[in-house]
């Protein structure tokens, strides 16, 4: 062996498994990977709005004077109890079936209309970012909207614009109890 063949390294070429692991021993792995990445986000994204568009607030109207007896709103005594007022927001059906619906809309372009892995891959990833705007929008929305309800101005009467279809606010009344 010559001094020559000595110095030069010794290459040696990526196994089969190794390129593999890489890039997938299945044909169309990275679109799999793809899909199972939007997957992941729609399922995140929906158990954080779980989370996040939940609240609650409650007010009475009136109160209890020194001789156990009701006063309403304005102060006056009254004979029965005045109403108070419980809201509570809760996710709304409507953005898990947006979010369903965003999911099953990218697959079927994905299988009509992707030329390519470079296209599936865009489609999947706009759909990945299109479900978490809608799901933040919806939590801001209904979060800043449920904040916004003038809670403190209800007199027993009438009703709240509520945020749907961004959440949904069950709204419950009972008599004060003194």
């Not at 929906?46 to 020194?66: I, R």
């Not at 109403?83 to 947006?98: D, E, G, I």
């Not at 209309?113 to 865009?122: G, Q």
């Amino acid at each position: 062996m010559s001094d020559r063949q000595a110095a030069r390294p010794l290459v040696v070429a990526p196994s089969r498994s190794d390129q593999n692991r890489e890039a997938g021993s299945l044909p169309g792995a990275a679109i799999v990977a793809r899909v199972r990445r939007l997957l992941i986000v729609a399922v995140g994204a929906l158990l954080g709005y779980s989370v996040l568009a939940s609240a609650s607030s409650g007010f009475c109207p009136g109160g209890v004077n020194s001789d156990g007896g009701f006063l309403d709103a304005s102060g006056a005594a009254v004979d029965a109890a005045p109403l108070c007022v419980q809201l509570t927001l809760r996710p709304s059906v409507v953005v898990y079936l947006a979010v369903a619906g965003i999911v099953l809309f990218a697959l079927g372009r994905v299988l009509r209309t992707a030329e390519d892995e470079h296209s599936a891959r865009r489609i999947l990833d706009r759909a990945a970012l299109l479900v978490m705007a809608t799901v933040v929008a919806c939590v801001v929305i209904s979060q800043v909207w449920f904040a916004m309800l003038p809670i403190t101005e209800w007199d027993g009467t009438g009703t709240f614009v509520y945020p749907f279809p961004f959440g949904s606010v069950d709204m419950v009344t009972t008599p004060m109890t003194g």
